[in-house]
């Protein structure tokens, strides 16, 4: 295998395609008040149109992670970014809700896509430092989100085209289609099959007779619930500054990008704890707690201030990898599977990204009183706190499994920590 370095333009084009994808994500519920005048319909159309995010993802993640296995992760990663492109684009010209739908689809099979090729060639190019550097991608998805309010924001005040944001997505997607084309990527089949024997020599006993367990149903749950949690906020927060704080619009939606900046906090914190004194294990437990008190938080508290707060915790502990966190430990069960586990945790994290803004579609309804919002918080703290009982799941298998405490993972003989 070559060395970590030589497949650092390939993370880097990766972490790249995550940036414009962090702004892909939020770019309907940021446009939402463009989209609505160019569509015609209300806000809850508008939040119909993003669940077609999630459709796309479910029906594209299980396929993603298996053609990523069985065809390289090149190919389907490169095909992912063309359908980014094709979603950007094809925003500007869509002449209704139902279109915007379908478009919403495309970019979910693009994420799918994009995961299936990414997530799996990061583990494996860098097999030391696997949960660090899968965990940087919630870097640039954040640093995404946190850029797109506030370049809406300056060209509303200078009166500039909103769809010059898009434009400028499509352009960037287009130079990582270019770069994926020329870097190179890790021989996968070899690397697996090098660490399911050394994985076979350190497990215990019980960890090869009981690989499939209780510990994969649940870590495919926390794939649904720790993109729930996130998902919401980042859809829901600037209608809930406005309708339970009295916030303004424009200062409604900045709660985004403190949002984001949360998240971005947390995930070099969250990285530097990993790489030194913790496992991703334990994170599973602590951050969905912490986000579940946070959503409670937004019915105790009613002020801008404190908004301003609870965005910034619910980011740097719901949108701060826990997602990524789970596919690592998943990985850790399965070494030889990356690609199907990554399309696995992703079909449920895709299922919440179509539930969550369906649900809150219907809760809002036509207009949306304060009553409905405070029930859409409420759907938060629910998903968080099963997040949490989840991942006491997870720890106990985690220690079985492993025969050791969460905190002390044996070590592979390639240098990887279990």
Same mark, same amino acid.
């Given at each position: 295998?070559?060395? *970590?370095?030589?497949?650092?333009?390939?993370?880097s084009?990766?972490?790249?395609?995550? !940036?414009?994808?962090?702004?892909?994500?939020?770019?309907?519920?940021?446009?939402?008040a463009?989209?609505?005048?160019?569509w015609?319909? =209300?806000?809850?159309?508008?939040?119909?149109?993003?669940?077609?995010? =999630?459709?796309?993802?479910?029906?594209?993640?299980?396929?993603?992670?298996?053609?990523?296995?069985?065809?390289?992760?090149? *190919?389907?990663?490169?095909?992912?970014t063309?359908? !980014?492109?094709?979603?950007?684009?094809?925003?500007? !010209?869509? *002449?209704?809700?139902?279109?915007?739908?379908?478009?919403?689809?495309?970019?979910?099979?693009?994420?799918?896509?994009?995961?299936?090729?990414?997530?799996?060639?990061?583990?494996?190019s860098?097999?030391?430092?696997?949960?660090?550097?899968?965990?940087?991608?919630?870097?640039?998805?954040?640093?995404g989100?946190?850029?797109?309010?506030?370049?809406?924001?300056?060209?509303?005040a200078?009166?500039?085209?909103?769809?010059?944001?898009?434009? +400028?997505?499509?352009?960037?997607?287009?130079?990582?289609?270019?770069?994926?084309?020329?870097?190179? %990527? *890790?021989?996968?089949?070899?690397?697996?099959?090098?660490?399911?024997?050394?994985?076979?020599?350190?497990?215990?006993?019980?960890?090869?007779?009981?690989?499939?367990?209780?510990?994969?149903?649940?870590l &495919?749950?926390?794939? !649904?619930?720790?993109?729930?949690?996130?998902?919401?906020a980042?859809?829901?927060?600037?209608?809930?500054?406005?309708?339970?704080?009295?916030?303004a619009?424009?200062?409604?939606? +900045?709660?985004?990008?403190?949002?984001?900046?949360?998240?971005?906090?947390?995930?070099?914190?969250? =990285?530097?704890?990993?790489?030194?004194? %913790?496992?991703?294990v334990?994170?599973?437990?602590?951050?969905?707690?912490?986000? +579940?008190?946070?959503? %409670?938080?937004?019915? &105790?508290?009613?002020?801008?201030?404190?908004?301003? &707060?609870?965005a910034?915790?619910?980011?740097?502990?719901? +949108?701060?990898?826990?997602?990524?966190?789970?596919?690592?430990?998943?990985?850790?069960?399965?070494?030889?599977?990356?690609?199907?586990?990554t399309?696995?945790?992703?079909?449920?994290?895709?299922?919440?990204a179509?539930?969550?803004?369906?649900?809150?579609?219907?809760?809002i309804?036509?207009g949306?009183?304060?009553?409905?919002?405070r029930?859409?918080?409420?759907v938060?703290?629910?998903?968080?706190?099963?997040?949490?009982?989840?991942?006491?799941v997870?720890?106990?298998?985690?220690?079985?499994?492993?025969?050791?405490?969460?905190g002390?993972?044996?070590?592979?003989?390639?240098?990887?920590?279990?």
């Amino acid at each position: 295998m070559k060395s *970590p370095r030589s497949y650092l333009p390939t993370a880097s084009a990766f972490y790249l395609s995550y !940036f414009v994808h962090g702004m892909a994500v939020i770019a309907l519920a940021q446009h939402s008040a463009a989209l609505q005048a160019q569509w015609q319909v =209300g806000e809850s159309q508008v939040l119909l149109a993003i669940s077609g995010i =999630g459709i796309g993802k479910v029906l594209g993640a299980g396929v993603g992670g298996a053609l990523s296995d069985r065809f390289g992760r090149r *190919p389907i990663a490169s095909l992912g970014t063309l359908c !980014f492109i094709a979603y950007f684009i094809g925003i500007l !010209f869509s *002449p209704g809700w139902q279109v915007g739908f379908g478009l919403a689809v495309l970019m979910g099979l693009a994420n799918a896509m994009l995961d299936g090729g990414s997530y799996p060639t990061l583990m494996e190019s860098y097999p030391q430092r696997a949960g660090s550097m899968v965990l940087l991608v919630k870097i640039f998805v954040s640093g995404g989100q946190l850029v797109l309010p506030l370049a809406i924001a300056a060209l509303l005040a200078h009166g500039l085209y909103w769809g010059w944001t898009l434009i +400028a997505c499509a352009a960037l997607m287009a130079v990582v289609f270019v770069l994926l084309q020329c870097v190179p %990527f *890790p021989d996968y089949r070899a690397l697996a099959e090098a660490q399911q024997q050394q994985l076979s020599t350190t497990a215990t006993h019980d960890a090869q007779r009981e690989r499939i367990g209780v510990e994969a149903i649940a870590l &495919v749950a926390i794939g !649904f619930t720790s993109t729930a949690t996130f998902w919401l906020a980042q859809t829901s927060l600037p209608s809930l500054g406005q309708h339970l704080a009295g916030m303004a619009q424009t200062p409604a939606r +900045a709660l985004v990008s403190i949002y984001s900046a949360g998240s971005l906090l947390s995930v070099f914190i969250t =990285g530097a704890l990993i790489a030194r004194w %913790f496992k991703e294990v334990q994170f599973l437990v602590l951050y969905p707690t912490i986000a +579940a008190l946070a959503y %409670f938080g937004l019915l &105790v508290f009613r002020d801008a201030l404190a908004y301003q &707060v609870l965005a910034f915790v619910i980011g740097f502990t719901a +949108a701060g990898g826990v997602l990524q966190l789970a596919l690592t430990v998943m990985a850790k069960f399965y070494p030889g599977r990356k690609g199907r586990i990554t399309g696995i945790i992703n079909t449920a994290s895709s299922l919440s990204a179509f539930v969550l803004p369906y649900v809150t579609g219907l809760l809002i309804g036509g207009g949306g009183d304060a009553g409905s919002y405070r029930q859409v918080v409420l759907v938060g703290a629910g998903v968080a706190l099963l997040g949490t009982a989840l991942s006491l799941v997870v720890l106990a298998r985690y220690r079985r499994v492993f025969g050791v405490r969460a905190g002390t993972a044996p070590t592979l003989a390639d240098g990887t920590v279990a």
